[in-house]
Protein backbone atom coordinates (compact mmCIF):
# COMPACT_ATOMS: atom_id res chain seq x y z
CA UNK A 1 0.00 0.00 0.00
CA UNK A 2 1.60 3.62 -0.72
CA UNK A 3 0.42 7.08 1.41
CA UNK A 4 1.39 10.27 0.25
CA UNK A 5 1.28 12.37 3.62
CA UNK A 6 0.99 16.14 2.64
CA UNK A 7 1.45 18.77 4.73
CA UNK A 8 2.90 22.67 5.02
CA UNK A 9 -0.79 24.33 3.70
CA UNK A 10 -2.60 26.94 5.32
CA UNK A 11 -3.63 30.70 5.51
CA UNK A 12 -1.48 33.30 4.35
CA UNK A 13 -1.33 36.99 2.99
CA UNK A 14 -1.27 38.15 -0.03
CA UNK A 15 2.61 38.34 -0.77
CA UNK A 16 3.56 35.59 1.68
CA UNK A 17 5.52 32.02 1.42
CA UNK A 18 3.92 28.25 2.12
CA UNK A 19 6.34 25.41 1.31
CA UNK A 20 4.21 22.18 0.53
CA UNK A 21 5.83 18.88 1.38
CA UNK A 22 4.42 15.71 0.01
CA UNK A 23 6.46 12.52 1.38
CA UNK A 24 5.48 8.94 -0.66
CA UNK A 25 5.60 5.86 1.75
CA UNK A 26 4.98 1.97 1.11
CA UNK A 27 5.82 0.17 -1.22
CA UNK A 28 7.02 2.01 -4.31
CA UNK A 29 9.47 1.99 -6.36
CA UNK A 30 10.76 3.38 -10.30
CA UNK A 31 9.15 6.78 -9.52
CA UNK A 32 9.16 8.70 -12.34
CA UNK A 33 7.26 12.30 -12.50
CA UNK A 34 6.23 13.60 -9.18
CA UNK A 35 4.32 17.12 -9.26
CA UNK A 36 1.37 19.39 -7.80
CA UNK A 37 -2.23 19.69 -9.04
CA UNK A 38 -4.45 22.48 -7.34
CA UNK A 39 -8.27 22.91 -7.56
CA UNK A 40 -9.95 25.82 -6.54
CA UNK A 41 -13.61 26.10 -5.68
CA UNK A 42 -15.70 25.94 -9.38
CA UNK A 43 -12.61 25.29 -11.54
CA UNK A 44 -10.68 21.67 -13.14
CA UNK A 45 -8.14 20.95 -11.53
CA UNK A 46 -4.69 21.93 -12.85
CA UNK A 47 -0.97 21.01 -13.06
CA UNK A 48 1.21 23.75 -10.60
CA UNK A 49 4.38 21.91 -11.09
CA UNK A 50 5.83 18.70 -11.86
CA UNK A 51 9.57 17.39 -12.04
CA UNK A 52 10.78 14.17 -13.26
CA UNK A 53 12.91 11.63 -11.93
CA UNK A 54 15.94 13.42 -14.19
CA UNK A 55 15.50 16.96 -12.14
CA UNK A 56 13.63 18.37 -15.07
CA UNK A 57 10.59 20.54 -14.58
CA UNK A 58 7.58 22.09 -15.83
CA UNK A 59 5.93 25.23 -14.09
CA UNK A 60 2.45 26.53 -15.33
CA UNK A 61 2.34 29.98 -16.70
CA UNK A 62 0.80 31.41 -13.53
CA UNK A 63 3.46 30.20 -10.91
CA UNK A 64 6.49 30.24 -13.02
CA UNK A 65 9.32 32.70 -11.24
CA UNK A 66 7.10 32.31 -7.98
CA UNK A 67 6.94 28.74 -7.30
CA UNK A 68 9.90 26.21 -7.08
CA UNK A 69 9.78 22.51 -7.06
CA UNK A 70 12.33 20.29 -5.70
CA UNK A 71 12.62 16.45 -4.93
CA UNK A 72 14.71 14.77 -2.43
CA UNK A 73 14.53 10.94 -4.06
CA UNK A 74 16.72 9.60 -0.98
CA UNK A 75 13.36 10.32 1.01
CA UNK A 76 10.66 9.69 -1.71
CA UNK A 77 9.79 13.19 -1.15
CA UNK A 78 8.81 16.60 -3.29
CA UNK A 79 8.78 20.09 -2.03
CA UNK A 80 6.76 23.49 -3.16
CA UNK A 81 7.81 26.71 -2.43
CA UNK A 82 5.55 29.20 -2.97
CA UNK A 83 6.77 32.65 -2.92
CA UNK A 84 4.91 36.20 -3.41
CA UNK A 85 1.39 34.09 -2.91
CA UNK A 86 -1.85 35.75 -4.62
CA UNK A 87 -5.17 35.18 -3.90
CA UNK A 88 -5.40 33.73 -7.14
CA UNK A 89 -3.31 30.85 -5.66
CA UNK A 90 -6.18 30.26 -2.88
CA UNK A 91 -6.96 26.14 -3.88
CA UNK A 92 -6.36 22.87 -2.74
CA UNK A 93 -3.43 21.74 -3.12
CA UNK A 94 -2.92 17.98 -4.23
CA UNK A 95 0.33 15.96 -4.68
CA UNK A 96 0.70 13.15 -7.47
CA UNK A 97 3.66 10.71 -8.15
CA UNK A 98 3.28 8.70 -11.14
CA UNK A 99 6.05 6.05 -12.12
CA UNK A 100 6.23 2.24 -12.67
CA UNK A 101 6.71 -0.34 -15.10
CA UNK A 102 5.41 0.28 -18.99
CA UNK A 103 2.96 -2.85 -18.06
CA UNK A 104 2.17 -2.52 -14.81
CA UNK A 105 2.22 2.10 -14.20
CA UNK A 106 1.02 3.88 -10.94
CA UNK A 107 -0.80 7.16 -10.39
CA UNK A 108 -0.78 8.47 -6.90
CA UNK A 109 -2.71 11.08 -5.56
CA UNK A 110 -2.44 12.77 -1.79
CA UNK A 111 -5.29 13.92 0.54
CA UNK A 112 -5.12 17.41 -0.73
CA UNK A 113 -4.24 20.57 1.66
CA UNK A 114 -5.60 23.76 1.38
CA UNK A 115 -3.74 26.71 0.87
CA UNK A 116 -5.90 30.18 1.71
CA UNK A 117 -3.97 33.61 0.46
CA UNK A 118 -5.90 36.48 1.66
CA UNK A 119 -5.78 39.92 0.63
Known amino acids: QVQLVESGGGLVQAGGSLRLSCAASGSIFRINAMGWYRQAPGKQRELVAA???????NYADSVKGRFTIERDNAKNTVYLQMNSLKPEDTAVYYCNVRGGRAVAPYDYWGQGTQVTVSS
Open 51 to 57: IASGGST
